[in-house]
Each structure stands twice: as structure tokens, then as C-alpha cells.
């Protein structure tokens, strides 16, 4: 077989998902995508609640997705910790669970589809060359590379990009003023997070996005990658950070200390009470998450995008 065979297979089966994509789309379907290159925390443990209470609260779906694209920064054990943790909170995904690590060659088609589309160029820009500026310059637009072994870029326009986020409000960015193109592969062939996220919310009919606040400013990023493949606009709610006692949020970088399993009623309490939400009895932690749907008020959840309390 071919490479233009291979690749003429992989867009067949792409579009087949695509029109599934379409067909299955419901009135709310949410997820909660945590990624393995560290344990699961508290402030993961707050992202799965309200994900969680807010599609059950709309009567829609909840799906889990492990996003591991990046395999050379996953943390040993911790996918194993974070079914773990599914299992002993009681979280039931209403579908099966997809590793996007299995899903290469998906997003290896939706590449070719910007390519056939010219919204996409090959990148020789490494980070030394680039220096401290975070803004890409469009170096290579026009240099027309060869795509092996190179990054690869999407072009963005001189234009705003806006949301109303449910919780954070109206957000907005010129992305050619604030970031420039930006990457979809490494030139290591990683694949970026920004192109995973985008095209398995789309395959799995994805409607509402429920994540923290430290993902506000990638929102517009995917937006737009999303108007570059046609796809329908999704709802948007940031939630406010947890924050250690050095007033840091809560993460791996940060090491957070992974949730313990064995605690599960009582941290799904202390998060549900985080989240501002009415309060729940002690109980097995799937009564507690179906109290806590029957309840869900996000006009309770703390403003801004931090929470105020420490945790650790």
C-alpha cells in the first residue's frame, strides 16, 4: 500500500467520523479530558464535579477523555491513578473512555484537510531562534517547506475573536496581535494539544466545555481552528482556580498533592462546598454527585478566576 493510499484511507475514515459527528450531536454533551502527566489533584477533582453537575443538571452527557498526545510527558502510573480516582468518586462516563494517543492518525487527516485548504505552513523556527518573543512573526509562511519533519502552522488573521464565557463574561483576542500562528505538530511529531482538543470535541459532538480558568486563553485559539474546519461553535464556562498556601493554583507543575481515593466522600464534599454549592449529604459518592446535580446553581460558584480558600 501507498503513502497517498494510506492517506486516502485515513480521509475516508475521517469524514465517515465526521458525518457521525453530526448525526450524533445532542442538546448538551460535556467531558471531562484530564491528562496523565501527573495525578490527578484537587483542582481536577473540582473540573470533574462541575463538569459533571452541570451536563447531568441539563439532563445531557458526560464523557471522559484522556488526552496524552504528548507521550514523552507522561507521568508513570498516573493514567492508572486517574481511572483509579473515576472509579472510586463514581464517575461514570456515558460512553467509552478514547485515548487520543490511539487517535494519531485522525489528526494526521484533519492536517492534510488545512493543507489541501492552504490555512496551514511547514515551520524550521526553533525555539533558540525565536528568543523570548511569544509572538510568531510569520517567519515561514512564505517559505513554502517541505512538511517532514517540520512543525507545523496555522495562519491566523488580523481579527477579533470573542466569546461570552458563562461564568468569566465576554473574552476577546486578536490573535495575530497576541500570539501570531501558532503550532499544530512539533517538529518532533507531537501532535499540539490546540488540534487534539479541537477535533475530538467535534468527533464526539462535544456542545459545552466546562475546564479552569488557566484554559481561558486558549479558548480563542481553538475557536478559530474550529471556524478553519467548519465546525459548530461550542459553550464556554472557566472555572475559578483552587490556589495553594504561595498563592499558586493548584497543579503538577506545582505538585499538588494527587487526591486520595480512599477519601472519596469526604474530597467530593470539600468540592462541591468549593464550588459554592448548596450542600450535600455524606453519602455514597454517586448519591452525592446525583444531590448535587439536582441542585447545580452556577450562579454560586465564586466569581472571578480564583477560589477563594486554600487548599492543598
Given at each position: ?6 492517506s ?10 465526521q ?5 450524533n ?12 502527566t ?16 452541570d ?10 477523555r ?12 498516573s493514567?492508572?491513578?486517574i ?15 478514547i ?11 484533519v492536517i ?12 524550521e523556527?526553533?525555539?533558540?531562534m ?13 517559505k ?19 466569546f ?13 496581535h497576541?500570539l501570531?500562528d ?16 479541537v ?26 481552528l ?10 464556554y ?21 494527587a ?11 470539600q468540592a ?11 453519602d ?14 452556577i ?5 472571578g ?8
Amino acid at each position: 500500500m501507498t503513502v497517498n493510499d494510506i492517506s486516502a484511507k485515513h480521509s475516508l475514515a475521517l469524514a465517515q467520523r465526521q458525518s457521525d459527528a453530526l448525526l450524533n450531536r445532542c442538546s448538551y454533551k460535556g467531558r471531562f479530558a484530564p491528562s496523565p502527566t501527573g495525578p490527578l489533584h484537587f483542582g481536577s477533582l473540582i473540573t470533574a464535579v462541575a463538569s459533571y453537575c452541570d451536563a447531568k443538571a441539563h439532563n445531557g452527557q458526560w464523557i471522559v477523555r484522556i488526552e496524552d498526545t504528548d507521550i514523552p510527558r507522561i507521568y508513570p502510573n498516573s493514567e492508572q491513578h486517574i481511572l483509579q480516582c473515576l472509579e472510586a468518586f463514581e464517575f461514570e462516563s456515558d460512553v467509552e473512555i478514547i485515548y487520543q494517543r490511539q487517535r494519531l492518525d485522525i489528526y494526521e487527516s484533519v492536517i492534510e484537510q488545512l493543507q489541501h485548504k492552504k490555512l496551514v505552513y511547514a515551520c524550521e523556527c526553533t525555539r533558540k531562534m525565536l528568543g523570548s518573543n511569544h509572538i510568531y512573526a510569520g517567519t515561514c509562511r512564505e517559505k513554502h517547506l517541505d512538511f517532514q519533519d517540520q512543525a507545523i502552522r496555522v495562519k491566523v488573521d488580523d481579527q477579533l475573536i470573542c466569546f461570552e464565557d458563562r461564568l468569566q463574561g465576554q473574552h476577546c483576542s486578536n490573535l495575530q496581535h497576541d500570539l501570531g500562528d501558532f503550532v499544530l505538530k512539533r517538529r518532533d511529531g507531537i501532535i499540539n494539544y490546540q488540534l487534539a482538543v479541537v477535533v475530538d470535541d467535534y468527533l464526539q459532538g462535544m456542545t459545552h466545555v466546562v475546564r479552569g480558568a488557566d484554559l481561558l486563553d486558549n479558548t480563542e485559539r481553538q475557536i478559530w481552528l474550529g471556524q478553519c474546519l467548519s465546525y459548530p461553535p461550542l459553550e464556554y464556562m472557566h472555572l475559578p482556580l483552587a490556589m495553594n498556601e504561595q498563592g499558586q493554583k493548584l497543579s503538577k507543575q506545582n505538585l499538588a498533592q494527587a487526591i486520595d481515593p480512599q477519601h472519596a466522600p469526604e474530597l467530593l464534599l470539600q468540592a462541591i462546598t468549593a464550588l459554592g454549592q448548596a450542600p450535600v449529604d455524606l453519602d455514597q459518592p454517586n448519591q452525592m454527585l446525583a444531590q448535587a446535580s439536582a441542585q447545580w446553581d452556577i450562579s454560586r460558584i465564586p466569581k472571578g478566576t480564583e477560589i477563594p480558600a486554600i487548599y492543598k
